[in-house]
């Protein structure tokens, strides 16, 4: 079975310093992965995706994400914060050919200090 | 524009009534998924569909209903039997849902 961890409910990083978002997941075969943003009262939307091929994936907005197969990883980062990086951020996994479904992550509300 | 419309975005539902929420998708994607959002408790699968005039139960169906009579609409009713229904109803939809979902905005539902 598919799962995924994401340490910490919120994260606080001041403006301009490195944002780092943790993901681990669990998957018995290869797996896609994904991180997911979401800004108040609106829905998800796609930041970046790992299938094949290089391990670290450039998304939108200057962030980026490394996956890493020994320590079932896909931590998220981005070198620079900003106050619009303020947002709910969720990884989540699949599994080519198998169960159709992403499963999510709890979620990681990133905060932004001035 | 491609894309996955929610309506309303707010609705509003006296206690013991049933309510429909919209979703339509004009990205000719088969699968189509509905979830629900609680502060603090991620995303939770309700139903999802694979392709017409089909669909399955997710983790927490129970109060809910849907159908899935064309391609581009997965509409999803909240009935009476359920019993805390307010929240962030979100529906998505996918070509194949290991390549991802394309989400729509959001209804916030509230029971009165």
């Known amino acids: 079975a598919q799962s995924v961890t994401q340490l910490g409910s919120h994260v606080s990083v001041s403006e301009g310093a490195l944002v780092l978002l943790r993901c681990n997941y669990s998957?018995?075969?290869?797996?896609?992965l994904f991180w997911y943003v979401q800004y108040p009262n609106q829905g998800l939307q796609l930041l970046l995706k790992?299938?094949?091929?290089?391990?670290l994936v450039k998304g939108i907005n200057g962030f980026e994400a490394e996956f890493k197969k020994s320590e079932t990883s896909f931590h998220l980062t981005k070198p620079s914060a900003h106050m619009s990086d303020a947002a709910e951020y969720f990884c989540?996994?699949?599994?080519?050919?198998?169960?159709?479904?992403?499963?999510f992550g709890k979620g990681t509300r990133l905060h932004i200090l001035p | 524009d491609g894309g996955i419309t929610q309506s309303p975005k707010y609705l509003f539902r006296k206690e013991g009534q049933n309510v429909t929420l919209s979703c339509e998708q004009n990205?000719?994607?088969?699968?189509m998924y509905w979830y629900r959002q609680d502060p603090g408790q991620g995303l939770r699968l309700i139903y999802y569909?694979?392709?017409?005039?089909?669909?399955q139960k997710g983790d927490i169906a129970e109060g809910y209903s849907v159908s899935r009579e064309k391609k581009e609409s997965f509409p999803l009713t909240v009935t009476s039997a359920q019993k805390n229904p307010t929240a962030f109803y979100l529906c998505?939809?996918?070509?194949?849902?290991?390549?991802?979902?394309?989400f729509g905005s959001g209804t916030r539902l509230t029971v009165v």
């Open positions: 998505a939809s996918s070509i194949k849902g290991y390549y991802g979902y394309t």
């Open positions: 998957s018995s075969v290869p797996p896609y």
């Open positions: 790992y299938t094949t091929g290089a391990t």
């Open positions: 989540a996994v699949s599994q080519m050919n198998r169960d159709d479904k992403i499963i």
């Open positions: 990205l000719n994607h088969d699968a």
């Open positions: 569909s694979q392709i017409v005039n089909d669909f």
